[in-house]
């Protein structure tokens, strides 16, 4: 069992292996003359300007992570669809169900995303202030000092 | 191509998909009427949790069986975690929305999370499939994660969400983990299989066997907050929004006890082996959770690390169960796990009245004078510490009572004087809240508390309620909980399906 896996481990230990001469060896022999200049950090041979710590909108994050959930989703039909046109046709409809369902699922997800706005740009999505009523309908006072708390 | 079409037993699967679907309706309906309160989903949630109860309740007493493809399995232990899974999120729907209006963050979407945190725990206890159980922790852990970070204001809140974030994420590896190595071993991907390969296979299947055990009950005991993996639990506990503690401190721990049960007696014939290690896991459990609690000045924290020591006492059951299981069943098990769900979310309520305008205190000095604020809600509180502390008659009291029972009828003396010892040492933090609670409020930092509604008067008189008359019905909890005539041993033996793949061979 262990000969099975040996191979992978030879190829583990080499490539560390080779890593680290090449690192060390490069970190030994190479001649070392440090100037401002060069121990600064790399930017496409631009100097670099101000800090690197700059803040930037979160908005990249959620757009990101969205992104990712429908990928994913693709990659579940992509392997679904290579089984699916050579099944027997009663996994055709049972599987079919399933990914409807499935789908299904999706589609609400992304009718909330939008509806929440989640993809706009601008829009910050902000706590309706009629949320923090006790009766379904607003009385317009309250409003106003609820806006004014939550500000 | 030779495939088999599963059979579908709808009704095993019901109340997962009430729960789901319902989740799903609350989404629509925040969807198309943005700008009102919550209170049409409040009602819709209860309405689909009233069902899905009465849906796990018509189920006791069928046979045990599996379904799906093996994926869902019907048995007690099952069939009672659902039911609590369920309960735990009812109450904590009823004390919800008054403490989120108060807090100010009443995002509608707090209740689809958790009712499909919910549906991923209530996947979780039912099946032995482990990427179903992936799958159910998956579904539980992140929801939990969102809604840990729901209070967006607040850094700690946030705090809290990221820090549960990484580490939930790290121990789900783990557990994936564990999962690649029992199938690598086994070649199944039901944890049963480990039961029935384990006698026939070489050492060099055992070592893989035990390292996916071992990497699986990590990842659980991660969730379950046992003690080398409970760092995350008091912050997380203190910075999450009160509710959602509740709701993760019962909801969490009742999931991953179902789970990690099914590993444990799936791992009975091993147990040579990983039992030192759970024993040892199980005192230190019990006794960091309630030697840190004593220091803590914020009750969400005291609370925290007492859910730690909580979890010991439950672990010592399932140990008793799992080393004898002729002798001990799971009753007190269930039993402990009814009546912790209950105090502990009881008590969280109750601490949950300290938010108002959209500011919380949850430090002891700020829960000063609660008593003349909301008398009804402090002699609840009471309730639930007598319990927790274990005073007759209280169902806290009984269920330690019974897990020392089965400690020791398990020949587990050392844990059960752990056990007692341990409780006495609980007085001390547990007094503590009461204390805060009752001190007048002169030289309080923050003395300011919400107006009890009647969602969560209502949540802890269930509560309270129920602690007593599960202490007066104790019999009756355990008989109905464990099933009359099935005994534990035997549901599992039937549950293995006979065409299970066998031992793998690779050559």
Redesign the interface.
């Known amino acids: 069992m262990l000969g099975d896996f040996m191979p992978i481990l030879v190829l583990v230990c080499l490539a560390a292996l080779i890593c680290g001469v090449m690192v060390v060896g490069s970190y030994v022999l190479g001649p070392k003359k440090v100037t401002p200049y060069k121990s600064s950090p790399y930017e496409c041979g631009v100097m670099p300007l101000g800090t690197a710590t700059e803040r930037f909108p979160i908005k990249f994050y959620l757009v990101a992570i969205l992104f990712v959930l429908f990928d994913i989703e693709v990659v579940f039909l992509w392997s679904w669809l290579t089984i699916f046109k050579d099944a027997p046709t009663d996994f055709q409809v049972f599987s079919g169900v399933d990914v409807a369902v499935y789908l299904g699922l999706w589609i609400v997800g992304y009718l909330y995303i939008i509806k929440i706005g989640a993809l706009d740009w601008d829009e910050a999505t902000s706590l309706a202030p009629e949320k923090l009523e006790a009766s379904a309908t607003v009385a317009v006072p309250a409003q106003a000092s609820n806006q004014e708390a939550l500000a | ?1 030779n ?1 088999v ?1 599963p059979t579908v037993e709808w009704p095993t699967v019901m109340p997962v998909l009430i729960v789901v679907v319902t989740g ?1 309706l609350a ?2 309906i925040e ?1 198309l009427w ?6 049409v989903i409040v009602g819709l949630g209860l309405v689909g949790l009233g069902l899905a109860g009465s849906s796990v309740l018509k189920q006791f007493g069928a046979p045990d069986g599996v379904t799906f493809g093996d994926m869902v399995v019907r048995d007690q232990v099952g069939l009672v975690m659902q039911l609590l899974l369920v309960g735990i999120c009812f109450v904590a729907f009823l004390f919800s929305e008054g403490y989120l ?1 108060e807090k ?5 979407e707090f209740y689809p999370l958790a009712l499909w945190a919910t549906a991923g725990g209530m996947l979780m206890v039912t099946t032995t499939n482990t990427l179903e159980l992936f799958l159910g922790l998956e579904v539980l852990s992140i929801a939990l994660y969102c809604l840990a970070g729901m209070s967006r204001q607040e850094s700690k809140s946030e705090e809290s969400a990221l820090k549960y974030f990484l580490l939930g994420a790290f121990a789900s590896a783990v557990f994936l983990m564990g999962i690649a190595y029992l199938f690598g071993a086994t070649g199944s991907l039901d944890l049963n299989a480990i039961t029935s390969v384990w006698p026939a296979t ?1 050492p ?2 055992h070592t893989l066997i035990l390292f996916g055990v071992g990497m699986t009950l990590a990842g659980l005991g991660f969730k379950a907050a046992l003690v080398p993996f409970h760092q995350w639990t008091p912050d997380v506990y203190q910075g999450a929004p009160t509710n959602v503690t509740g709701f993760m401190a019962a909801a969490s721990k009742v999931a991953a006890f179902g789970a990690l049960l099914r590993v444990l007696m799936a791992a009975a014939p091993l147990q040579e082996f990983w039992f030192p290690a759970m024993f040892w896991i199980c005192i230190l459990t019990m006794t960091v959770g309630n030697l840190a609690a004593v220091v803590q000045k914020d009750v969400k924290r005291i609370l925290g690390y007492s859910s730690i020591a909580n979890a010991g006492y439950i672990l010592v059951a399932v140990l008793s169960h799992v080393k004898s299981p002729d002798k001990v069943g799971l009753g007190s098990t269930f039993y402990y796990l009814l009546a912790y769900s209950m105090m502990t979310l009881g008590a969280f309520a109750v601490v949950s009245l300290s938010a108002k ?2 500011k919380e205190g949850t430090r002891l000095q700020d829960i000063h004078g609660l008593w003349s604020r909301a008398p009804f809600a402090v002699v609840c509180l009471v309730v639930f510490v007598a319990s927790l502390i274990g005073i007759p008659p209280s169902a806290g009291f009984v269920g330690k009572l019974f897990i020392f029972n089965d400690a020791l009828a398990a020949g587990l003396t050392p844990l059960a004087i752990v056990l007692a010892v341990n409780s006495v040492i609980s007085v001390y933090y547990y007094l503590g809240i009461l204390q805060a609670a009752f001190v007048s409020e002169e030289g309080a930092v923050r003395n300011q508390s919400a107006k009890p509604g009647i969602g969560l008067n209502i949540a802890v008189l269930v509560c309270a309620f129920g602690v007593f008359w599960a202490s007066f019905n104790a019999t009756w909890v355990q008989k109905t909980a464990t099933g009359t005539s099935v005994s534990q041993a035997q549901t599992v033996s039937t549950t293995t399906s006979p065409d299970r793949m066998g031992p793998s061979n ?1 050559e």
């Open positions: 191509m495939y079409l799903i989404v629509f969807m943005p700008k009102r309160n919550n209170n209006r100010q963050i009443p995002f509608a070489t060099m299947h305008g959209g690779p």
